[in-house]
């Protein structure tokens, strides 16, 4: 857990040590929380040395980052760690690492974590102005009104110019040029001719008409002209002369993209993201329940990962398209929730020291930032951070009946910006918000009440808990003993080692992983199938006696959408033990930078008084895995 700390130059110094120096850097950027490092190989035993220094509270490897979560603390971390490295002369480009996906998240994150405290500052001073309207019916009418208002709308008007800065950082380029090129974008002229375009008038550029997109407060327009505008600029350096150089190229950048965004790039990517919002949208208006449900359990899952910035994009296309959006409201519930367990802890535990953290992770989760209490607190014990995605879905689905929306955009929702959701047109949305923050709150304090909130996984992971045995040739089991056989063969690593956040924490349940040493997952008891995922790479088995194990191949392998996994079996199936199940193409995972590490999870663990897990490192096909006590 964090540690007071001020030192900041040391405990950058000492991550970059830990990490293999800066000759390993390709590129670091931050958001509200985290410190995210690109880099060029992970080094062993890095991310343990890291997680345990005064000031860190965690460390995430995903989507190609080593992910530091520091909290509150991060900007002078950051500050200091850039220092150390000179990144920006790096010839390695950040957007070269790891997969499409991994790719795109990374973008989102470095582009928006900057500035994400001036939206949410913004969005709080429009919370405020609505809050002064209630009770002051004429304040509207004002002048201080006025200039409140319109320096609230700032940040949003002109956030095409924001990105601009982060982009050209992150790809690379001069900023100067790309912000002269997204000014452009939000110059009053063009709003002017955009607006000319709607009513009906025909505008040419080159002799091919223009549409009427206008890009205020626009996302992947600006981002995409960046990115564009990086490989433009390169090419132009490399091939121009010297001395015309410093003239000319910012000359033919400015003439060359701000044509190309409005005649191409801006349209489709305009489109792209209206789709997007409208995709949810549908979903939301037509199955409210599930999208609150949906949103409201895996939002802190999503959050875990760090990918949580890459949603920004259909967020903020909703607010320009409709002017208010449901998916904050749901959003905002998830975070309570979590704030929430926090609560039920510090009601259920006499331990001090305990209570003192989770006094600190919840105040820092009053202004919407949940990683401290997430790390600190909920996923440390598991139970509460449970707890908080039920309670999550369930207080969301109670809101979706009210049409809940938030007018305003939340840079960092939570309970701070619960009053972007009031509107005279829709005053149905704030009673639904505030219904499914009640039981947000509530809800998880009631079930740690009377379930406790478990053990602390940093002390009990790998002791008595999770017991091994060394003798393969045990004795027959008694009649509350059952045995579960592994269904692959390869090297068995323990959960603790494997590289995933959710199954690592122990979460999902008790197990170990297996990297397989051929394609063929067997069926490891007799029983039914319960669940097959629609890529194909995670199977749900339900044993005769009842056990419930997910066998999950690979990891992030649901981005290869199936194609390398063969099913031999459908939803509600029956087998034999020793039934092949799924033959799956190794060498193409792993040619797509994926890992094939499998998880094998029982997933209803707390069900059983014991879980003795075999003390093994090369299993074979139908080795004994796991001894359950019933």
Request: include cysteine; proline fraction near 4%.
């Amino acid at each position: 857990m964090s540690a007071k700390v001020r030192d900041y130059p040391k405990l950058a110094k000492d991550i970059l040590e830990a990490i293999g120096g800066e000759e390993n850097v390709v590129g670091v950027s931050r958001c509200a929380t985290r410190l995210r490092i690109v880099l060029k190989r992970s080094k062993p035993n890095a991310k343990a040395k890291v997680a345990s220094m005064p000031g860190v509270i965690t460390v995430v490897e995903n989507n190609g980052q080593f992910q530091v979560v520091i909290g509150q603390h991060v900007g002078e971390v950051y500050e200091e760690f850039s220092k150390l490295v000179n990144v920006e002369a790096s010839e390695t480009k950040i957007d070269n690492q790891g997969t499409v996906l991994n790719r795109v998240i990374a973008t989102m994150s470095a582009v928006f974590a900057p500035f994400i405290y001036i939206l949410a500052a913004a969005g709080i001073l429009q919370g405020a102005l609505i809050l002064i309207n209630l009770f002051f019916n004429n304040f509207a009418e004002t002048g201080t009104y006025q200039v409140l208002s319109f320096i609230s709308w700032a940040p949003f008007t002109f956030l095409p110019i924001f990105i601009a800065i982060t982009a050209a950082k992150h790809f690379k380029t001069n900023t100067f040029i790309a912000v002269a090129c997204c000014a452009a974008l939000v110059s009053p002229t063009w709003g002017e001719m955009a607006a000319k375009i709607a009513e009906g008038q025909k505008i040419t550029f080159l002799g091919i008409a223009l549409s009427e997109t206008t890009y205020t407060s626009s996302v992947l327009p600006p981002l995409f002209l960046v990115w564009i505008l990086s490989y433009l600029e390169r090419f132009l350096n490399k091939w121009m002369n010297e001395v015309i150089k410093p003239l000319f190229v910012p000359f033919l950048c400015l003439v060359i993209m701000v044509p190309l965004t409005i005649l191409l790039i801006g349209p489709v990517t305009t489109m792209g993201a209206n789709g997007i919002a409208n995709g949810y949208n549908f979903l939301a208006e037509n199955a409210p329940a599930v999208a609150g449900a949906i949103i409201g359990a895996f939002w802190q899952v999503v959050v875990i990962f760090g990918v949580h910035w890459g949603i920004t994009p259909m967020v903020l296309a909703n607010f320009d398209l409709y002017g208010r959006d449901s998916f904050q409201a749901y959003q905002t519930i998830a975070v309570i929730a979590q704030i929430g367990a926090v609560l039920g802890v510090i009601l259920k535990s006499k331990n001090q020291e305990l209570r003192k953290v989770s006094v600190s992770a919840g105040l820092t989760g009053l202004f919407g930032i949940t990683e401290p209490a997430i790390y600190g607190v909920t996923l440390r014990f598991k139970k509460p951070f449970i707890f908080g995605c039920i309670s999550g879905a369930i207080g969301a689905i109670a809101a979706s009946f009210f049409n809940p929306y938030y007018f305003v955009y939340a840079g960092l929702p939570g309970p701070l910006t619960i009053v972007n959701g009031i509107d005279a047109d829709y005053p149905m949305s704030i009673w639904g918000i505030l219904l499914g923050v009640v039981i947000a709150i509530i809800l998880p304090v009631i079930l740690i009440q009377i379930f406790g909130y478990g053990e602390d996984s940093a002390n009990t992971a790998g002791n008595e808990r999770t017991k091994h045995k060394t003798n393969f040739q045990q004795n027959i089991l008694e009649n509350n003993e059952e045995t579960v056989h592994s269904p692959m063969s390869g090297k068995a690593i323990r959960l603790s080692e494997v590289q995933d956040e959710v199954f690592r924490s122990g979460a999902m349940g008790q197990g170990l992983a297996i990297e397989p040493s051929d394609n063929k997952l067997y069926a490891p008891f007799d029983g039914t199938v319960v669940m097959v995922a629609p890529t194909k790479h995670a199977i749900g088995l339900r044993s005769q006696s009842g056990i419930e194990l997910l066998v999950h191949i690979g990891l992030d392998t649901v981005q290869l959408n199936g194609k390398p996994f063969t099913l031999h079996v459908n939803d509600g199936d029956k087998f034999k033990k020793g039934d092949l199940l799924i033959t799956f193409d190794k060498e193409l995972i792993q040619s797509k930078g994926v890992k094939t590490t499998t998880p094998i999870i029982i997933t209803n663990s707390d069900d059983y008084n014991e879980i003795i897990i075999e003390d093994v490192q090369d299993v074979t096909f139908d080795q004994k895995l796991f001894t359950i006590i019933k």
